[in-house]
Protein backbone atom coordinates (compact mmCIF):
# COMPACT_ATOMS: atom_id res chain seq x y z
CA UNK A 1 0.00 0.00 0.00
CA UNK A 2 1.41 3.30 -0.59
CA UNK A 3 1.43 6.37 1.53
CA UNK A 4 2.34 10.23 1.31
CA UNK A 5 3.29 12.06 4.15
CA UNK A 6 3.72 15.72 4.14
CA UNK A 7 4.79 17.32 7.19
CA UNK A 8 4.18 20.79 7.11
CA UNK A 9 0.56 21.70 7.91
CA UNK A 10 1.40 24.87 7.12
CA UNK A 11 4.16 27.26 5.64
CA UNK A 12 4.78 31.47 5.28
CA UNK A 13 7.08 32.71 2.49
CA UNK A 14 7.59 36.33 1.59
CA UNK A 15 6.52 37.47 -1.93
CA UNK A 16 8.98 36.38 -4.59
CA UNK A 17 11.26 34.74 -2.24
CA UNK A 18 11.48 30.56 -2.88
CA UNK A 19 9.39 27.95 -0.95
CA UNK A 20 10.17 23.84 -0.18
CA UNK A 21 7.39 21.86 0.13
CA UNK A 22 8.34 18.49 1.65
CA UNK A 23 6.43 15.21 0.28
CA UNK A 24 7.52 11.17 1.11
CA UNK A 25 5.86 8.55 -0.31
CA UNK A 26 5.94 5.14 0.85
CA UNK A 27 5.53 2.49 -2.05
CA UNK A 28 6.80 -1.02 -2.71
CA UNK A 29 5.98 -0.86 -6.86
CA UNK A 30 8.94 -0.70 -8.96
CA UNK A 31 6.83 1.78 -11.13
CA UNK A 32 4.97 4.97 -9.96
CA UNK A 33 4.02 8.37 -10.91
CA UNK A 34 4.16 11.04 -8.23
CA UNK A 35 2.14 14.49 -8.61
CA UNK A 36 1.63 17.85 -7.16
CA UNK A 37 -1.74 19.53 -7.08
CA UNK A 38 -2.83 23.17 -6.15
CA UNK A 39 -6.07 23.82 -4.20
CA UNK A 40 -7.23 27.34 -3.59
CA UNK A 41 -10.09 28.21 -1.44
CA UNK A 42 -12.59 27.97 -4.21
CA UNK A 43 -11.81 24.10 -3.98
CA UNK A 44 -10.58 23.39 -7.60
CA UNK A 45 -7.72 21.01 -7.83
CA UNK A 46 -5.27 22.49 -10.12
CA UNK A 47 -2.34 20.26 -11.28
CA UNK A 48 0.91 21.87 -11.50
CA UNK A 49 3.30 18.92 -11.91
CA UNK A 50 4.47 15.37 -12.43
CA UNK A 51 7.12 13.09 -12.15
CA UNK A 52 7.65 9.25 -13.45
CA UNK A 53 9.88 7.33 -11.19
CA UNK A 54 11.74 6.35 -14.38
CA UNK A 55 12.59 9.91 -14.99
CA UNK A 56 16.12 10.64 -14.74
CA UNK A 57 15.53 14.46 -14.39
CA UNK A 58 13.67 16.88 -12.06
CA UNK A 59 10.28 17.70 -14.00
CA UNK A 60 9.95 21.23 -13.86
CA UNK A 61 6.62 23.53 -15.16
CA UNK A 62 7.44 27.16 -14.75
CA UNK A 63 8.16 28.13 -11.47
CA UNK A 64 7.81 24.71 -10.51
CA UNK A 65 10.37 22.02 -10.20
CA UNK A 66 9.78 19.05 -8.13
CA UNK A 67 12.92 17.67 -6.27
CA UNK A 68 12.96 14.16 -6.68
CA UNK A 69 15.76 12.16 -4.73
CA UNK A 70 14.17 8.38 -5.33
CA UNK A 71 16.57 6.85 -2.60
CA UNK A 72 14.51 8.67 0.01
CA UNK A 73 11.49 8.69 -1.98
CA UNK A 74 11.08 12.47 -1.50
CA UNK A 75 9.22 14.51 -4.08
CA UNK A 76 9.84 18.13 -2.66
CA UNK A 77 7.86 20.94 -4.59
CA UNK A 78 10.03 24.18 -5.47
CA UNK A 79 8.12 27.07 -5.96
CA UNK A 80 10.42 29.60 -6.98
CA UNK A 81 9.56 33.51 -6.98
CA UNK A 82 6.13 33.06 -4.72
CA UNK A 83 3.42 34.87 -5.62
CA UNK A 84 0.58 36.05 -3.48
CA UNK A 85 -1.29 33.90 -6.27
CA UNK A 86 0.23 31.13 -4.99
CA UNK A 87 -1.65 30.90 -1.64
CA UNK A 88 -3.35 27.76 -1.23
CA UNK A 89 -3.21 24.24 -0.09
CA UNK A 90 -0.84 22.45 -1.65
CA UNK A 91 -1.39 17.95 -1.99
CA UNK A 92 1.18 15.84 -2.83
CA UNK A 93 0.12 12.81 -4.70
CA UNK A 94 1.34 8.86 -6.21
CA UNK A 95 -0.41 6.56 -8.46
CA UNK A 96 1.07 2.83 -8.50
CA UNK A 97 2.12 3.31 -12.31
CA UNK A 98 3.41 5.45 -14.25
CA UNK A 99 1.11 5.79 -16.65
CA UNK A 100 -2.01 5.41 -14.55
CA UNK A 101 -3.78 6.89 -12.00
CA UNK A 102 -5.37 4.02 -10.81
CA UNK A 103 -5.26 4.09 -7.33
CA UNK A 104 -3.96 7.59 -6.71
CA UNK A 105 -3.03 8.13 -3.01
CA UNK A 106 -3.22 12.25 -1.61
CA UNK A 107 -1.34 13.68 1.04
CA UNK A 108 -2.97 15.15 3.60
CA UNK A 109 -1.66 18.54 2.11
CA UNK A 110 0.22 21.94 3.54
CA UNK A 111 -1.11 25.13 3.81
CA UNK A 112 1.09 27.54 2.03
CA UNK A 113 0.46 31.58 2.69
CA UNK A 114 2.37 34.12 0.51
CA UNK A 115 3.43 37.24 2.67
CA UNK A 116 3.13 40.66 0.69
CA UNK B 1 -13.63 22.68 -23.89
CA UNK B 2 -15.25 23.95 -20.59
CA UNK B 3 -13.53 21.59 -18.18
CA UNK B 4 -15.08 19.51 -15.76
CA UNK B 5 -18.83 19.87 -14.56
CA UNK B 6 -20.20 19.10 -11.33
CA UNK B 7 -23.57 19.59 -10.23
CA UNK B 8 -24.70 20.69 -8.16
CA UNK B 9 -22.57 22.63 -6.12
CA UNK B 10 -23.79 22.15 -3.02
CA UNK B 11 -26.27 19.86 -1.11
CA UNK B 12 -28.01 19.51 2.21
CA UNK B 13 -29.83 16.77 2.90
CA UNK B 14 -31.41 14.50 6.23
CA UNK B 15 -30.22 11.64 7.03
CA UNK B 16 -31.45 9.05 5.52
CA UNK B 17 -32.54 10.38 2.37
CA UNK B 18 -31.18 9.74 -1.16
CA UNK B 19 -28.80 11.95 -3.10
CA UNK B 20 -27.28 11.88 -6.45
CA UNK B 21 -24.53 13.97 -7.78
CA UNK B 22 -23.60 14.63 -11.85
CA UNK B 23 -20.19 15.08 -13.33
CA UNK B 24 -19.54 16.19 -17.13
CA UNK B 25 -15.97 15.61 -18.01
CA UNK B 26 -14.35 17.14 -20.65
CA UNK B 27 -15.49 15.76 -24.02
CA UNK B 28 -13.49 13.29 -25.41
CA UNK B 29 -11.64 12.16 -22.01
CA UNK B 30 -11.73 8.71 -21.47
CA UNK B 31 -11.17 8.04 -17.71
CA UNK B 32 -13.24 9.88 -15.52
CA UNK B 33 -12.66 9.87 -11.66
CA UNK B 34 -14.47 10.26 -8.59
CA UNK B 35 -12.93 11.55 -5.28
CA UNK B 36 -14.30 12.16 -1.81
CA UNK B 37 -12.26 14.75 0.41
CA UNK B 38 -13.08 15.83 3.65
CA UNK B 39 -12.12 18.76 6.21
CA UNK B 40 -8.58 19.09 6.32
CA UNK B 41 -7.79 15.75 4.21
CA UNK B 42 -6.59 15.71 0.78
CA UNK B 43 -8.99 13.43 -1.86
CA UNK B 44 -9.22 10.31 -1.60
CA UNK B 45 -10.40 7.97 -4.27
CA UNK B 46 -13.31 6.02 -4.85
CA UNK B 47 -13.86 4.96 -8.57
CA UNK B 48 -12.93 5.50 -11.96
CA UNK B 49 -14.51 4.66 -15.63
CA UNK B 50 -12.84 3.95 -18.71
CA UNK B 51 -15.28 5.10 -21.10
CA UNK B 52 -18.57 2.89 -19.65
CA UNK B 53 -16.72 0.73 -17.42
CA UNK B 54 -16.47 0.77 -13.75
CA UNK B 55 -12.80 -1.06 -13.44
CA UNK B 56 -11.76 0.14 -9.71
CA UNK B 57 -13.91 1.29 -6.42
CA UNK B 58 -12.40 1.87 -3.74
CA UNK B 59 -13.34 -0.15 -0.48
CA UNK B 60 -14.59 3.22 0.49
CA UNK B 61 -17.25 2.91 -1.56
CA UNK B 62 -19.88 1.03 0.57
CA UNK B 63 -22.56 -0.78 -0.48
CA UNK B 64 -24.80 2.52 -0.19
CA UNK B 65 -23.23 4.13 -2.90
CA UNK B 66 -22.94 3.67 -6.77
CA UNK B 67 -21.71 5.21 -9.63
CA UNK B 68 -22.89 5.06 -12.77
CA UNK B 69 -21.19 6.18 -16.74
CA UNK B 70 -24.20 4.85 -18.74
CA UNK B 71 -22.74 6.13 -22.19
CA UNK B 72 -18.97 6.87 -21.47
CA UNK B 73 -20.02 10.65 -21.27
CA UNK B 74 -21.31 12.40 -17.99
CA UNK B 75 -21.39 10.20 -14.79
CA UNK B 76 -23.65 10.05 -11.82
CA UNK B 77 -22.77 8.94 -7.89
CA UNK B 78 -25.48 8.13 -6.01
CA UNK B 79 -26.08 7.67 -1.69
CA UNK B 80 -28.19 6.03 -0.68
CA UNK B 81 -29.64 6.14 3.01
CA UNK B 82 -27.30 9.38 3.57
CA UNK B 83 -25.51 9.70 6.92
CA UNK B 84 -23.50 12.31 8.34
CA UNK B 85 -20.21 10.43 8.03
CA UNK B 86 -21.14 11.16 4.10
CA UNK B 87 -20.63 14.93 4.84
CA UNK B 88 -17.38 15.94 2.16
CA UNK B 89 -16.54 17.49 -0.78
CA UNK B 90 -17.15 14.92 -3.74
CA UNK B 91 -14.86 15.65 -6.56
CA UNK B 92 -15.07 13.99 -9.95
CA UNK B 93 -11.71 13.96 -12.75
CA UNK B 94 -11.37 13.37 -16.18
CA UNK B 95 -8.52 12.57 -18.86
CA UNK B 96 -7.18 11.16 -21.20
CA UNK B 97 -5.20 7.98 -21.69
CA UNK B 98 -4.16 7.96 -25.22
CA UNK B 99 -1.00 6.12 -25.21
CA UNK B 100 1.63 4.68 -23.19
CA UNK B 101 3.84 5.35 -21.21
CA UNK B 102 3.24 8.79 -21.20
CA UNK B 103 1.35 9.82 -17.90
CA UNK B 104 -1.55 11.17 -18.20
CA UNK B 105 -3.18 14.76 -16.37
CA UNK B 106 -6.14 14.66 -14.45
CA UNK B 107 -8.39 17.78 -14.68
CA UNK B 108 -10.62 18.08 -11.74
CA UNK B 109 -14.00 19.50 -11.27
CA UNK B 110 -15.29 22.54 -8.56
CA UNK B 111 -17.04 19.63 -6.65
CA UNK B 112 -19.83 19.03 -4.94
CA UNK B 113 -20.14 19.87 -1.44
CA UNK B 114 -22.86 17.46 0.85
CA UNK B 115 -23.98 18.33 4.36
CA UNK B 116 -25.99 15.44 5.79
CA UNK B 117 -28.06 16.75 8.75
Known amino acids: AQKITQTQPGMFVQEKEAVTLDCTYD???????LFWYKQPSSGEMIFLIYQGSYDEQNATEGRYSLNFQKARKSANLVISASQLGDSAMYFC?????????????FGPGTSLSVIP | DTGVSQNPRHKITKRGQNVTFRCDPI?????LYWYRQTLGQGPEFLTYFQNEAQLEKSRLLSDRFSAERPKGSFSTLEIQRTEQGDSAMYLC???????????????FGPGTRLLVL
Open chain 1, 93 to 105: AASPRETSYDKVI
Open chain 2, 93 to 107: ASSLVVRLPVGETQY
Open chain 2, 27 to 31: SEHNR
Open chain 1, 27 to 33: TSDQSYG
